[in-house]
């Protein structure tokens, strides 16, 4: 009897020694105020346009020439959100491009998001680009206006369905003298807002 | 959901501590001391732990960083103190989680040798462990623009995780007046297993002013694989989406948990010596052993470097591009069923004690004829490791073993270990008629607060010891 006592009484301070260690001033509620907030960086698209590859063969010097306007378009997979998971948790998407040019022309450069089956969505951007100042010298940057295109949560609620990016390098009349290389570098960066 | 939150880290408290027993080791007055030295001095005519009761083990441990730290009600905002957090732990920084059940443990001395005891019995274990993934959680948490030319280590990602029973039988030999020695065979039956622990590679976002694009993305070698067995089947019964499910996983988890599963063997080894009347060392070695994993075995390996410069544009090569089937090309993730093997994480104890205050040769009946009387009262150091994926884990304690009367024993400890610097434990042991009951606690001072620990425990048992 005396020795179940006892043990009915260990047992008994062991119960409150559990209860009473219980965890004090800890408010799991936080957990609703959780923002995850990180930025993502990720390359997008570039392009390097060698006037020299363009000019046709044997065209001799100091000729006007033109390039079919199909050369310098292309359509590529791009997938700008992904998931709806996606578009609900990012603020914003920002585009960083750049365009180093040494030929001695101004160009245009589009691009366009497209659905699966083609259709264009969005607006259409267009970054001018400076002319150069020749083969071998620095090249002239230029930037899109505005500098970085933002896409802010209600553009890529509309981008939803983009899939394609349809690119094109606009190229006015060329001389077959000319020389250099445009370089378009670009990036995105990827602003996300999650909340748990 | 705060209920279960609380109920939870409650639990974490009131279960037991840590692969490292301090308390219980060396405490020869109970026969749990012969699972953490096979060669402990004991003195049992027979013991049979209650089934199921004999020893529940329970540990949790946080290396770097506590709950408190990021739920704190302290006004902070949490999204301040996860940062923080993050900042402050390391990949070396790491989560565990053990328990042990005893299912069955029994013994009793040899009636042809008085010297030798025999014990046995049945545990079921939960090892877990996970490193701290501090580069993935950086990326997660803040992404990779404050992070340009650093790279994230796939080496962070490190883990382990096994569900077992282990049959064992050991016996205990008093080789002369000094010297005691013990052995334990065991026999693991693993259930449940993974392990991710020998990744290699980088993943880095390097600026490349003078290349195609801004960036490039660079996967530098990367050798990530995570090793299963025993998941393949789960994975299989979750995809039928069967309403039996569940009945099928018990049956299957208990054949495996009575030897059905991927079998190892280990053994425990351990003595104690008596260097003069009252100094005594200690030394053992438990769970040296290997399970070969053989059934149900699936390892999913991602091999390779790849990198990603953005989408030329126009196309110059004339297959296209999809950087998804390239990045697969480059890393292919393989499903291998090749059968592997762990070693167990092996631990180590040793202590050294001096005893004193020797019970006056009759005024207590509780020692055999021929034997000494024992001591009331014992001081020493006692040093635990355990190996670990990373690196081995360390534990130094001083002790203080006090025996109050012949029902009541205790044993006081102060431990440096990973996880703190100020770890008071405290062991009672009742033993009344042959009815034994002990409970066990450490982390005494952070008990008034539980989510402040990084690592409380309390273990209980009943026995019946003769």
């Given at each position: 009897?005396?020795?179940?006592?006892?043990?009915?009484?260990?047992?008994?301070?062991?119960?409150?020694?559990?209860t009473?260690?219980?965890?004090?001033?800890?408010?799991?509620?936080?957990?609703?105020?959780?923002?995850?907030?990180?930025?993502?960086?990720?390359?997008?698209?570039?392009?390097?346009?060698?006037?020299?590859?363009?000019?046709?063969?044997g065209t001799?010097?100091?000729i006007?020439?033109?390039?079919?306007?199909?050369?310098l378009?292309?359509?590529?997979?791009?997938?700008?959100?992904?998931?709806?998971?996606?578009?609900?948790?990012l603020?914003?998407?920002?585009?960083?491009?750049?365009?180093?040019?040494?030929?001695?022309?101004?160009?245009t450069?589009?691009?366009?998001f497209?659905?699966?089956?083609?259709?264009?969505?969005?607006?259409?951007?267009?970054?001018?680009?400076?002319?150069?100042?020749?083969?071998?010298?620095?090249?002239?940057?230029?930037?899109?206006?505005?500098?970085?295109?933002?896409?802010d949560?209600?553009?890529?609620?509309?981008?939803a369905?983009?899939?394609?990016?349809?690119?094109?390098?606009?190229?006015?009349?060329?001389?077959?003298?000319?020389?250099?290389v445009?370089?378009?570098?670009?990036?995105?960066?990827?602003?996300?807002n999650?909340?748990? | 959901?705060?209920?279960l939150?609380?109920?939870?880290?409650?639990?974490?408290?009131?279960?037991?501590?840590?692969?490292?027993?301090?308390?219980?080791?060396?405490?020869?007055?109970?026969?749990q001391?012969?699972?953490?030295?096979?060669?402990?001095?004991?003195?049992?005519?027979y013991?049979?732990?209650?089934?199921f009761?004999?020893?529940?083990?329970?540990?949790?441990?946080f290396?770097?960083?506590?709950?408190?730290d990021?739920?704190?009600?302290?006004?902070?905002?949490?999204?301040?103190?996860?940062?923080?957090t993050?900042?402050?732990?390391?990949?070396n920084?790491?989560?565990?989680?053990?328990q042990?059940?005893?299912?069955?443990?029994?013994?009793w001395?040899?009636?042809?040798?008085?010297?030798?005891?025999?014990?046995?019995g049945?545990y079921?274990?939960?090892?877990?462990?996970?490193?701290?993934?501090?580069?993935?959680?950086?990326?997660?948490?803040?992404g990779?623009?404050?992070?340009?030319?650093?790279?994230f280590?796939?080496?962070?990602?490190?883990a382990?995780?096994?569900?077992?029973t282990?049959?064992?039988?050991?016996?205990?030999?008093?080789?002369?007046?000094?010297?005691?020695?013990?052995?334990?065979?065991?026999l693991?039956?693993?259930?449940?297993?993974?392990?991710?622990?020998?990744?290699?590679?980088?993943?880095?976002?390097?600026?490349?002013?003078?290349?195609?694009?801004?960036?490039?993305?660079?996967?530098?070698?990367a050798?990530?694989s995570?090793?299963?067995?025993?998941?393949?089947?789960?994975?299989?019964?979750?995809?039928?989406?069967?309403?039996?499910?569940?009945?099928?996983?018990?049956?299957?988890?208990?054949?495996?948990?009575?030897?059905?599963?991927?079998l190892?063997?280990?053994?425990?080894?351990?003595?104690?010596?008596?260097?003069?009347?009252?100094?005594?060392?200690?030394?053992?070695?438990?769970?040296?052993?290997?399970?070969?994993?053989?059934?149900?075995?699936?390892?999913?390996?991602?091999?390779?470097?790849?990198?990603?410069?953005?989408?030329?544009?126009p196309?110059?090569?004339?297959?296209?591009?999809?950087?998804?089937?390239?990045?697969?090309?480059?890393?292919?993730?393989?499903t291998l069923?090749?059968?592997?093997?762990?070693?167990?994480?092996?631990?180590?104890?040793?202590?050294?004690?001096?005893?004193?205050?020797?019970?006056?040769?009759?005024?207590?009946?509780?020692?055999?004829?021929?034997?000494?009387?024992p001591?009331?009262?014992?001081?020493?150091?006692?040093?635990?490791?355990?190996?670990?994926?990373?690196?081995?884990?360390?534990?130094a304690?001083?002790?203080?073993?006090k025996?109050?009367?012949?029902?009541?024993?205790?044993?006081?400890?102060?431990?440096?270990?990973?996880?703190?610097?100020?770890n008071?434990?405290?062991?009672?042991?009742?033993?009344?008629?042959?009815i034994?009951?002990?409970i066990?606690?450490?982390?005494?001072?952070?008990?008034?607060?539980?989510?402040?620990?990084?690592?409380?425990?309390?273990?209980?048992?009943?026995?019946?010891?003769?």
């Open positions: 009897m005396k020795t179940k006592k006892i043990h009915a009484l260990l047992l008994f301070a062991s119960i409150i020694l559990m009473a260690s219980c965890v004090k001033e800890l408010d799991f509620e936080q957990l609703d105020d959780v923002v995850l907030t990180p930025v993502f960086e990720a390359d997008f698209i570039y392009s390097e346009f060698d006037i020299e590859d363009y000019i046709p063969q001799p010097p100091n006007e020439f033109t390039i079919p306007p199909e050369v378009r292309d359509t590529i997979n791009y997938d700008l959100v992904g998931t709806d998971f996606a578009i609900d948790n603020d914003r998407v920002e585009l960083t491009i750049e365009a180093r040019n040494t030929i001695e022309v101004g160009f450069i589009q691009f366009q497209l659905t699966q089956d083609g259709q264009p969505i969005g607006q259409l951007y267009s970054i001018p680009v400076q002319a150069g100042l020749g083969e071998g010298t620095e090249p002239v940057i230029s930037f899109s206006d505005p500098d970085p295109i933002v896409l949560n209600a553009t890529l609620n509309q981008l369905s983009a899939q394609k990016i349809a690119t094109e390098i606009i190229v006015p009349t060329l001389n077959s003298d000319l020389r250099g445009l370089d378009l570098r670009s990036k995105a960066s990827y602003y996300v999650y909340q748990l | 959901m705060r209920v939150l609380c109920l939870f880290i409650g639990l974490l408290g009131c279960s037991i501590y840590s692969q490292n027993k301090e308390t219980l080791y060396d405490f020869t007055d109970l026969p001391s012969l699972m953490l030295n096979p060669g402990a001095d004991v003195n049992f005519k013991h049979a732990g209650v089934p009761l004999s020893q529940l083990h329970f540990n949790v441990g290396r770097g960083a506590s709950i408190y990021v739920f704190a009600d302290d006004g902070r905002d949490i999204n301040d103190k996860i940062e923080n993050i900042n402050t732990l390391t990949s920084d790491f989560f565990t989680l053990t042990q059940l005893d299912l069955i443990n029994f013994g001395r040899s009636k042809n040798d008085k010297d030798l005891y025999y014990s046995g049945l079921q274990e939960l090892d877990l462990i996970v490193y701290f993934p501090k580069d993935f959680a950086v990326l997660a948490y803040q990779n623009q404050d992070f340009i030319n650093v790279p280590r796939f080496s962070n990602v490190s382990t995780g096994e569900l077992l282990v049959y064992h039988f050991g016996y205990n030999k008093k080789v002369n007046k000094k010297l005691t020695f013990g052995a334990r065979a065991k693991y039956s693993s259930i449940f297993n993974f392990r991710s622990t020998k990744n290699r590679g980088t993943f880095t976002t390097i600026e490349t002013p003078q290349g195609n694009n801004i960036y490039q993305h660079v996967i530098s070698n050798d990530v995570v090793q299963t067995a025993g998941y393949a089947f789960l994975r299989d019964i979750e995809s039928e989406d069967n309403s039996d499910g569940a009945k099928q996983v018990t049956n299957k988890f208990l054949g495996r948990a009575f030897l059905g599963g991927n190892g063997i280990g053994f425990d080894v351990g003595f104690t010596y008596k260097l003069e009347d009252q100094w005594t060392v200690t030394g053992s070695m438990t769970d040296l052993g290997m399970i070969f994993y053989t059934k149900d075995v699936e390892t999913y390996q991602a091999k390779g470097s790849f990198v990603f410069e953005g989408l030329e544009t196309i110059t090569d004339d297959n296209g591009q999809d950087v998804l089937d390239e990045l697969e090309e480059a890393i292919p993730i393989d069923n090749t059968s592997y093997s762990a070693l167990r994480p092996v631990k180590l104890n040793g202590s050294i004690k001096y005893s004193f205050n020797r019970y006056e040769d009759d005024s207590c009946n509780c020692f055999w004829d021929g034997e000494g009387a001591y009331r009262d014992a001081f020493g150091l006692q040093v635990f490791t355990q190996f670990r994926p990373k690196r081995p884990q360390y534990a304690s001083l002790f203080y073993y025996r109050l009367s012949n029902f009541l024993r205790t044993k006081l400890t102060y431990t440096v270990d990973d996880y703190s610097f100020k008071i434990g405290f062991l009672l042991s009742t033993h009344i008629n042959k034994n009951f002990y066990s606690a450490n982390n005494l001072l952070e008990f008034s607060n539980l989510a402040d620990a990084r690592g409380v425990s309390i273990q209980l048992g009943f026995n019946v010891i003769m």
